[in-house]
């Protein structure tokens, strides 16, 4: 029993000590091979024109840079963001995130507009004013008003 923890002991040191004096730490700053060979696995199999991956640690970042990404291809800085939807915590993301228990009294989300979520069974334009309500029964109950 005791050798045998000894040994896997062992080999996870031994694995540690490898990956160590290969690749301890990395981020988007560092240009080391293994991020290229990771993403270029990653987007082979992904279909059509999706070859672009930046590696990111959290969905808090990925949010945060596909907000960055938005306002920089389309020049516009507004964003519509839906009431009661999480979208990460960090302080780029707090006016996104709609969710009072996520939001504190101080300024945040600038330029970011919450809406509520269009809730076609129960909402204040779901049901008969939705025009593509599931709970609808026909095209003709729609438009007889
Ligand atoms: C829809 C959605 N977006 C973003 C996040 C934030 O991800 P992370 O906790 O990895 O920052 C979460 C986390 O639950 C999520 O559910």
């Known amino acids: 029993?005791?050798?045998?923890?000894?040994?896997?002991?062992?080999?996870?040191?031994?694995?540690?000590?490898?990956?160590?004096r290969t690749l301890w730490h990395t981020?988007?700053?560092?240009?080391?091979?293994?991020i290229h060979?990771?993403?270029t696995k990653l987007t082979d199999k992904l279909p059509g024109d999706l070859k672009v991956a930046?590696?990111?640690n959290s969905g808090s970042e990925a949010n945060d840079l596909a907000m960055l990404?938005?306002?920089?291809?389309?020049g516009n800085y507004?964003?519509?963001s839906l009431r009661s939807?999480?979208?990460?915590?960090?302080?780029?993301?707090?006016?996104?995130t709609a969710i009072s228990t996520w939001n504190y009294k101080f300024p945040r989300g600038f330029g970011i507009h919450n809406t509520m979520n269009p809730d076609v069974f129960r909402g204040p334009y779901g049901?008969?004013?939705c025009r593509d309500t599931p709970n609808d029964v026909s095209y003709e109950s729609r438009n007889q008003e």
């Open 54 to 56: 930046y590696i990111v």
């Open 27 to 34: 981020s988007n700053i560092y240009l080391h091979p293994g």
């Open 69 to 74: 990404m938005a306002r920089l291809y389309t």
């Open 78 to 80: 507004d964003i519509i």
């Open 127 to 129: 049901g008969h004013k």
């Open 85 to 96: 939807a999480y979208h990460g915590g960090s302080p780029y993301l707090q006016g996104l």
């Open 1 to 20: 029993m005791f050798s045998s923890s000894l040994l896997q002991y062992r080999r996870v040191v031994a694995a540690l000590d490898k990956q160590m």
């Open 37 to 39: 060979e990771y993403a």
